[in-house]
Structures are given as structure tokens and as C-alpha cells.
């Protein structure tokens, strides 16, 4: 049974850090494209940050980059998402994801299997 389970959301102030864990169950990470997407209150669910299957450099929203850093550990079988200097802005759901293309678009209909998220609070 194909399953993402996100953890490490939480509150944290302004300028603060955390890390945030996908651990995939049912399928390889490294087989797969990986992503980060967030929801915030009132607006759309957005593209954040991916590894592709192809490999290669991750990818990163404009919003995130300097800031977020996305890594995978295969053998974990775990997608990280380590955010720094976070503004209230970066508040929201942030959900996992996995796309068996080869070279992912991190289009939301994409994506072939979603975690079922975990908040991020940030506070000013």
C-alpha cells in the first residue's frame, strides 16, 4: 500500500527553522519525483520545492529560494524539507508528493500519490 506520512510541522517565530520529514511506504523515493507543496489559508495549493526522478538540481519557488532545501535519503526511503529564515507568510499546510514522471512539471494534477500534510505556523 502506497503511503506519505509528513511530520515535524509545528509553531515557530519568525526567522526560526524546521525540519520537515516525508517518509514513503510502498514505493522507492529514488524511482520517483519528489515534492514539497504547501496550502496556505485562503489561497492555492503551490509548488514549493522538488527533487526530480531524472535527478539533478532541485527545484524551488521563488518564494523559497536561499531559504528551504529539499534532500532525499534513499535508503530512508524519506524526503526531507529543511526551512530557515522563515516569515509568517511560509504558514501553512505543507504536503508531500510523488510523481512517477521522469521529468516531473510539479503540476498538482501531476503528481501520483500526496501525504496528508502537516502545519507550519510561522508567528511575527
Known amino acids: 500500500q502506497v503511503q506519505l506520512v509528513e511530520s515535524g510541522g509545528g509553531l515557530v517565530q519568525a526567522g526560526g527553522s524546521l525540519g520537515l520529514s516525508c517518509v514513503a511506504s510502498?514505493?522507492?523515493?529514488?524511482?520517483?519525483?519528489m515534492g514539497w507543496f504547501r496550502h496556505a489559508p485562503g489561497k492555492e495549493r503551490e509548488f514549493v520545492a522538488g527533487i526530480r526522478r531524472s535527478g539533478g538540481s532541485p527545484e524551488y519557488a521563488d518564494s523559497v529560494k536561499g531559504r528551504f532545501t529539499i534532500s532525499r535519503d534513499n535508503a530512508k526511503n524519506t524526503v526531507y524539507l529543511q526551512m530557515n529564515s522563515l516569515k509568517p507568510e511560509d504558514t501553512a499546510v505543507y504536503y508531500c508528493?510523488?510523481?512517477?514522471?521522469?521529468?516531473?512539471?510539479?503540476?498538482?494534477?501531476?503528481?501520483?500519490?500526496w501525504g496528508k500534510g502537516t502545519l507550519v505556523t510561522v508567528s511575527s
Open positions: 510502498g514505493f522507492s523515493v529514488s524511482s520517483y519525483g
Open positions: 508528493a510523488a510523481d512517477r514522471n521522469m521529468y516531473s512539471r510539479w503540476s498538482l494534477d501531476g503528481m501520483d500519490y
